[in-house]
């Protein structure tokens, strides 16, 4: 059986990184670069960089800051945002990137993506459908326009993977940076009409929302941006909560085993015992 | 250059900001979580963390503060011992450009609290060789102090097995909005690189050129993720749960606490950073230098969004400190072994090409030097966000100096401290 993957999205908007709340509020992280460095140093299994000013701006992706950024990376990295043309996929492919997300491209024209997976292979693309719930269901949402499309995403998952898709990247828009935990019905909706691996993102809160994601749904990996820049460790600490379920990667040397935590996933002390005993080296009274 | 519809930061800010479809800044919206939140269920929130890290045995302290003796110390070390009840250790990280009144104000701190201070003061050749190196490279004089001040809290820890460190306001919050105070950001190594560190670690000053090497940098070296997680190190932060208002705390802290004020070169603020010669000075000269904008310009913002200030008065505050001179160039290069050209050559090296230019005379000339000279074009915008005054008047105290006849012209390396 193949792992769960445990995916940091790092979203990049004007050349920072951003926390991104309901795809419209945008809080300054910092350099993509230290990101990238940190999230890999702390165990991260794959990291997806979206730039979501590029298409919107009409602007190519800023292969130099991608190429400084990936250096620091040593895990697979997927790379968003303003592919339009198959010669801006081998330029991100030079710049460091193993695997391209194709969203809005994909969605004017599916053969961009055959195209791509013909060239690099199907594992190289990673399809990324943003999705709206609306009174009539779910709906495909075009980022661009700010407004849903026709489209039922289970639907358009499955021709896209037609088209050669390997893996689908799936963004509930209506969770973006609210926490209230991932969308179950949506995720099984789109993990039952495809057979290739699908990535949930949008609302995780802490590690415990990506216990329950892999204990409800088959999807393959869990993807989250905002709260993995809130704390010291925050994706060794992660994975030692989702290992106890689930059959993960965790090779860092700090694992977190032995550390508990508390109902929102912070760290709580240790024993005073335990510390005290780290403190000095205990050696017995010697009675004469 | 766009320049916050409320506040008065600009695109140039080198912690980065956002602005939104009104033109307000990542900043200004993060702040007006201090009129929504519940601040008292917030504050519980606090107590119920720090019950957990209480020692039990009476063989440890309970906590870490991080103090320097200016700059809300007393607020924290006030809130920690005397609101939360806790027994902390305090942790210093010696700054070497310390005025008589800082020391002063430590020692006030430490005898007012009866609490135990540890204090690191490296030696001043290696302190004079790492901030040659850090000038050079990043055009910075105050990496040391920032370095030392965030790592050496969390090597205490680590020695010590304190897992809780606390803090006062984390500056991404507080400025520009980087996070929510319901993110509960904690310290980490990250952003301590990143902003803090501006991207230089310790480990990346070793240089032939500067003369550095392993044995200057170990006291600067962030532990070993290994050891934070033996330990269960965690760094929490009191503006998370507490309403930040750094000028009542102060004023709260003079009555109580008897802090004394001073006067500082470059800012109209009197109870930040007085226990430094050059933070408000020649730092921050240096910060205009590179960013475009001074401690000033961070002090304006804080006090407009906090509703003392209009922005009228505070583009004024901000062309009265911006362009002042520093005072203690001279006793900085005295220090340093540096000739005032010297420094201006290494110093230009730093200047932020967005912000200056050479003009025809080789000299160094602002692109823009008035950026305010819109305000009257984007009236109506600038109406539409604008907060209402709580206060009339922004005004800051000056206490009573205790050691009047002193004249605080040196660096203290370590000091007495306390005068009657």
């Known amino acids: 059986m ?45 990291i997806v ?44 492919m030079s710049a460091g990137a193993d695997k391209v997300s ?32 609306t009174p009539s269901g779910y709906q495909v949402y075009d980022y661009t326009k700010k407004e849903a499309t026709e489209l039922n995403p289970a639907d358009y998952a499955r021709r896209l993977a037609d088209n050669g898709a390997g893996e689908i990247f799936l963004n509930s828009v209506d969770r973006d940076g609210t926490y209230l935990g991932y969308d179950f019905d949506l995720i099984q909706l789109v993990t039952n009409s495809v057979h290739i691996p699908v990535i949930c993102c949008g609302g995780a809160r802490n590690a415990s929302d990506m216990v329950h994601v892999f204990s409800k749904t088959n999807v393959s990996a869990a993807a989250a941006a905002n709260f993995f820049h809130f704390t010291e460790h925050s994706v060794n600490v992660s994975k030692s909560i989702v290992r106890k379920s689930e059959i993960i990667r965790l090779e860092t040397h700090a694992n977190y085993n032995d550390n508990d935590l508390d109902s929102e996933m912070r760290l709580t002390k240790k024993d005073d015992k335990i510390l005290e005993e780290m403190l000095f080296l205990r050696i017995e009274k010697e009675i004469i | 250059m766009k320049i916050c519809n409320r506040c008065l930061y600009s695109e140039h800010h080198p912690l980065n900001i956002t602005f939104d479809e009104e033109g307000v800044c990542s900043g200004c919206r993060i702040h007006e979580e201090k009129d929504l939140l519940d601040w008292n269920e917030r504050f519980q929130k606090l107590k119920q963390i720090v019950e957990n890290y209480r020692n039990q045995s009476g063989n440890n302290y309970d906590c870490i503060v991080p103090v320097s003796g200016a700059r809300d110390s007393y607020f924290i070390v006030h809130t920690v011992k005397n609101v939360l009840g806790l027994n902390p250790l305090l942790v210093t990280y010696n700054k070497h450009y310390n005025t008589d009144l800082g020391i002063r104000n430590l020692a006030n701190l430490r005898i007012k609290f009866n609490l135990d201070i540890i204090t690191l003061t490296v030696s001043p050749e290696t302190v004079k060789k790492i901030t040659r190196g850090t000038f050079r490279k990043m055009g910075s004089i105050y990496w040391h102090c920032i370095a030392g001040q965030t790592v050496y809290p969390v090597q205490v820890a680590v020695k010590f097995k304190i897992p809780l460190i606390i803090w006062g306001a984390h500056q991404g919050v507080d400025q520009v909005g980087m996070f929510s105070h319901l993110n509960e950001v904690e310290m980490t190594r990250k952003y301590r690189k990143e902003h803090d560190l501006m991207g230089f670690e310790a480990e990346d000053l070793i240089d032939e050129f500067d003369g550095i090497d392993e044995s200057d940098i170990v006291q600067f070296r962030y532990p070993q993720d290994k050891e934070i997680e033996r330990i269960g190190v965690r760094g929490i932060y ?21 802090y004394e004020t001073g006067e500082q070169t470059r800012t109209f603020d009197t109870y930040n950073d007085v226990d430094c010669f050059n933070y408000s000075d020649v730092h921050d000269y240096i910060k205009f230098i590179k960013h475009g904008y001074g401690k000033v310009t961070d002090h304006v913002c804080r006090e407009i969004r906090l509703r003392r200030l209009s922005r009228e008065d505070g583009i004024k505050l901000i062309k009265e400190y911006s362009m002042k001179e520093p005072k203690n160039l001279k006793q900085f290069l005295n220090w340093i072994g540096m000739t005032k050209n010297g420094f201006k050559f290494m110093l230009d090296q730093h200047r932020n090409s967005k912000i200056w230019f050479r003009n025809e005379n080789w000299e160094w000339e602002l692109k823009n030097p008035d950026p305010f000279q819109c305000e009257n074009s984007r009236k109506s915008e600038l109406e539409q966000v604008r907060l209402d005054l709580v206060e009339n008047e922004c005004k800051f105290r000056y206490t009573q100096n205790k050691r009047p006849d002193f004249i605080d012209d040196n660096y203290i390396l370590i000091g007495k401290g306390f005068y009657k």
């Not at chain 1, 910092?30 to 460095?37: D, F, R, T």
């Not at chain 1, 993506?113 to 719930?133: F, H, M, P, R, T």
């Open chain 1, 2 to 46: 193949l792992k769960k993957r445990i995916i940091a999205v790092v979203i990049v908007k004007d050349d920072i990184v951003v926390q991104s709340i309901g795809f419209r509020k945008y809080l300054p992280i910092g350099k993509p670069e230290i990101a990238l460095e940190f999230l890999t140093s702390w165990g991260i299994d794959e």
């Open chain 1, 49 to 92: 960089y979206l730039d979501i000013s590029a298409t919107r701006d009409q602007k190519q992706p800023n292969y130099d800051l991608i190429r400084k950024a990936a250096k620091k990376c040593y895990v697979p990295l997927t790379v968003g945002g303003g592919i339009r043309r198959m010669d801006q996929v081998h330029e991100l």
């Open chain 1, 102 to 133: 194709i969203n809005h491209m994909a969605y004017n024209e599916i053969s961009f993506v055959k195209e791509v997976a013909l060239a690099y292979g199907n594992q190289c693309v990673v399809a990324s459908i943003d999705v709206v719930k």
């Open chain 2, 238 to 258: 009191l503006n998370n749960y507490i309403r930040w208002d750094s000028k009542a705390q102060h004023e709260k802290m003079i009555e109580l606490y008897d």
